[in-house]
């Protein structure tokens, strides 16, 4: 009777490489607590449940404070066109950004809107240049002073009570869907 010794084939290096960098990119990292890190392949932009619009995070840099908002993104023509229209409700810290191609001179109106509104309207410099405040239903026209790359709408009056003021800095990234 023989005896044999069986030891089984080592795979190839090259086949293994695929295995340790799956099983390593399935490994947490970080220190223990901190959220996992998602490829940006994986993420769905978040939206904002009546409007549907894309949401996106604005911080507005006023001295040592930076107050950041929830946002919505008017990207499209129609989107900015409708606004916040026939919106009943936003939060203290929520808005709405209606971004240009390039900086031009912005005016609205606030009809069929029955939130007051204020009216942040950013230069291209990212800093505020003015700021106008909205009657609900009016159909007065809220103009920027210059050349805006953007206006930000907030709450009614949420600009005096946290400091906002002309000359202020606006942060904000567009997704890059984003259609202007």
Known sequence: MAIFDYTPPMPCPHLLLPVVVMLAACS???AAGEPAV???AQTEAAT????GLTLIEVTVVSGEERHSFTTEV???QQEQARGLMFRTVLGDNEGMIFPSYVPQ???FWMKNTPLPLDLIFIGPDNRITN???GEPYSVASIPSDGPALAVFEIRGGRSEELGIKPGDLVEWELPEDASL
């Open 105 to 107: 001179a912005r005016s």
């Open 48 to 51: 904002h449940p009546e409007s």
């Open 38 to 40: 998602v490829p940006a």
């Open 74 to 76: 008017a990207a499209t």
């Open 131 to 133: 700021i106008g405040y």
């Open 28 to 30: 947490p990292s970080g």
